[in-house]
């Protein structure tokens, strides 16, 4: 069975342009999940959603970052504009009832 | 609010010793318990969970006990192996209210095996 799957696994741009992070969540799944990873502040969660309905964006640093997701199948995180302290790894994990989260492999953004 | 607490790293080790590292927390009612491992260059991925008192769960050679009285999950393992070079996180989820599917994690412990 495919897992999660996120594009691109890297992604390296200049401050100033938008970025656009995409995930497939497994088939079934009905809760999906956006974190960020640095070594600074590890593993922090920036929304999360419900059949497709934003739970939580207490997370969501600023008004820059904006997530969607318009069907079962597909979320996006976006920053715009993207800034230099935005460079992290971002994961995206799908869970169904029983709490368990399955992860992607991450995207890796760089922003110049 | 529900918090997890890890032992702080990075732990080092050689091959064949044995492993624990410890997990504490504090929350409302009976959350579930789990640890996520986390390879170089990759995302978390389950490596075993618990979800009542006393239960066990295992996998890998890893072990860790739902320990209510103590509100404790360590993770245990009786011979490490170089490939199991990797960071440990712990992590809670209470399935109930308006957080239910929200893992809340542990910080992380860094796991460095010597050959």
């Known amino acids: 069975d495919a897992g999660v799957i996120q594009s691109p696994r890297h992604e390296v741009t200049e401050m100033g342009q938008e970025v656009t992070l995409r995930c497939k969540p497994i088939?079934?799944?009905?809760?999906l999940f956006w974190y960020r990873q640095t070594m600074m502040r590890g593993l922090e969660l920036l929304i999360y959603f419900n059949n497709n309905v934003p739970i939580d964006d207490s997370g969501m640093p600023e008004d820059r970052f904006s997530a969607k997701m318009p069907n079962a199948s597909f979320s996006t995180l976006k920053i715009q504009p993207s800034e230099p302290r935005d460079s992290a790894v971002y994961f995206c994990?799908?869970?169904?009832?029983?709490?368990?989260?399955?992860f992607g492999d991450g995207t890796r953004l760089s922003i110049l | 609010g529900d918090s997890v607490t890890q032992m702080e790293g990075p732990v080092t080790l050689s091959e064949e010793a044995f492993l624990t590292i410890n997990c504490t927390y504090t929350a409302t009612g009976y959350p579930s318990l789990f640890w996520y491992v986390q390879y170089p260059g990759e995302g978390l991925q389950l490596l075993l969970k618990?979800?009542?008192?006393?239960d066990k769960g295992s996998n890998k050679g890893f072990e860790a006990t739902y320990r209510k009285e103590t509100t404790s999950f360590h993770l245990e393992k009786g011979s490490v192996q170089v490939s199991d070079s990797a960071v440990y996180f712990c992590?809670?989820?209470?399935?109930?209210?308006?957080?239910?599917?929200?893992?809340?994690f542990g910080q992380g412990t860094i796991l460095t095996v010597h050959p």
């Open positions: 088939s079934g799944h009905n809760s």
């Open positions: 618990a979800t009542k008192a006393d």
């Open positions: 992590a809670l989820i209470y399935a109930g209210g308006t957080s239910y599917g929200k893992l809340t």
């Open positions: 994990a799908s869970s169904f009832q029983d709490g368990t989260q399955h």
